[in-house]
């Protein structure tokens, strides 16, 4: 087996569009296996070393398939969001936890020696403390949340010395891919600052971990390359700054008056019901590892400047593509 042979589950999606051309030019051979919901132009189909398969994670016999002969399984696939999952929650259980275990099996069953899941760091709900690691209670205000830290456990529990796995926690995704999400916090700020010249902030106070989508995608790389007895049955905090939702907005007015001159970029503040808050410790990954984040949401507004400048970011107010409730809605998902 060639441990450069890698399946990509949700490869066509915001953070897999960034990640996949990556692992290409690293030598890696890349599946990726997706529904294409979002598309799959994005993604370089050309490359004899990619390989795109249409399915659905809740069809493990199909996944058994794909798995065979593959050295690890990164996977990024879920109904992404609360408001995504909250549009058929029978579906988006199905698709987030009841097929989670099954795709775990098959994956040890058909050989694969190492399983990458993103979890996420809304996990943790709300939270008082300073700094949250690793073993903070786990206090999910929505089911999205839940099911992200039930799964955990499903493949914990399938680990020996012949499939390790391993969990990571990452804050918010910021920055520019080739499959551009616009509903994500700091990319929401930036496209109506751009856009608009004005920003509506929700609530404002509740803390946010953030995380430069390159770094999403280096703390993968990391990953495939570490010793595995360092990261078996291990979790890992991955965020870099924890600002509140009213600073993060302040850096975008920054940036964008920056690169847009005109008039000032209002903000206005409203009344949000989503009330997470929390503030991340990633020095865990730091301490065993060496992984330090190195961009900033400001390098994050920044790219997604340079994309409207290159007019890679067309319609991103109404477009659906740019948002995924928008998109799931469209096409009637089930």
């Known amino acids: 087996m060639d441990d450069k042979s890698i399946v990509v589950l949700g490869g066509a999606g915001y953070c897999g569009s960034r990640l996949v051309p990556q692992l290409l030019s690293l030598g890696y051979t890349v599946t990726v296996f997706d529904t294409f919901w979002f598309g799959r132009d994005f993604l370089p189909a050309d490359n004899p070393y990619l390989n795109l398969i249409e399915g659905d994670i809740r069809d493990s016999q199909k996944l058994s398939k794909v798995f065979k002969d593959q050295f690890t399984v990164v996977n990024l696939s879920c109904i992404s969001n609360d408001a995504s999952f909250e549009l058929d929650e029978k579906l988006s259980t199905s698709v987030n936890l009841d097929a989670f275990e099954p ?27 300073k700094n949250v690691t690793e073993d903070h209670p786990l206090v999910p205000l929505t089911l999205y949340n839940k099911y992200k830290g039930m799964c955990e456990p ?55 971990p953030n995380l430069h989508i390159q770094d999403y995608c280096d703390v993968i790389k990391e990953f495939l390359k570490a010793d595995e007895r360092k990261i078996q049955g291990e979790t890992f905090n991955v965020g870099f700054q924890n600002l509140t939702i009213m600073e993060i907005a302040l850096v975008v007015k920054q940036v964008v008056e920056r690169e847009f001159p005109g008039p000032d970029i209002q903000i206005e503040v409203t009344k949000s019901n989503d009330n997470r808050s929390y503030h991340i410790n990633s020095d865990k990954i730091r301490k065993v590892l060496g992984f330090v984040p190195k961009y900033t949401i400001e390098d994050a507004v920044q790219e997604l400047c340079n994309a409207f400048k290159e ?15 928008k998109r799931l809605k469209s096409i009637a998902v089930k």
């Open 103 to 129: 795709m775990v099996i098959a994956a040890k069953q058909s050989g694969v020696r190492k399983f990458i899941y993103a979890s996420s760091s809304s996990v943790y709900g709300i939270s008082e403390a």
């Open 154 to 208: 499903l493949l914990k529990k399938h680990l020996d010395k012949n499939f390790t796995g391993v969990v990571f926690r990452p804050a918010t995704v910021c920055g520019f891919a080739p499959r551009q999400r616009l509903d994500l916090s700091v990319n929401i700020l930036t496209n109506l600052a751009i856009n608009n010249r004005k920003i509506t902030v929700f609530g404002g106070a509740q803390m946010r």
């Open 311 to 325: 007019n890679l970011l067309l319609d991103s107010l109404n477009d659906d593509k740019y948002f995924n409730v």
